[in-house]
């Protein structure tokens, strides 16, 4: 289940590389929050997402393009693949 708070897993070398220190936060009404926690200032996108089957389809509002995402969650993580490079998340505290 995606509802929740997922942060990028520190040992995601690679994917930290790439996204940074990332969380995302599912809702139950469809709603998603992608932050990207930088030094000076967080960085916050309002989404909205579905999920059909094993992939979440997300939609950015101000950018009329939706993506498609594979994704697995395997109790306390969660694998995606962003534009296909894979990402490993950890279920966080609410």
Do not use: C
């Not at 995302?24 to 998603?32: A, I, K, V």
Request: aromatic share 8%; no cysteine.
């Amino acid at each position: 289940m995606l509802l929740g708070r997922w942060r990028i897993d520190p040992t995601d070398a690679e994917a930290v590389e790439v996204f940074g220190d990332a969380a995302l936060e599912f809702d139950e009404r469809g709603n998603l929050i992608y932050i990207i926690m930088e030094a000076e200032k967080d960085q916050i996108i309002l989404m909205t997402y579905r999920v059909a089957g094993d992939v979440v389809i997300t939609h950015q509002p101000s950018h009329p393009d939706p993506q498609s995402t594979r994704f697995e969650v395997s109790g306390d993580t969660l694998n995606l693949a962003f534009g296909g490079q894979p990402a490993r998340f950890i279920r966080a505290p609410a």
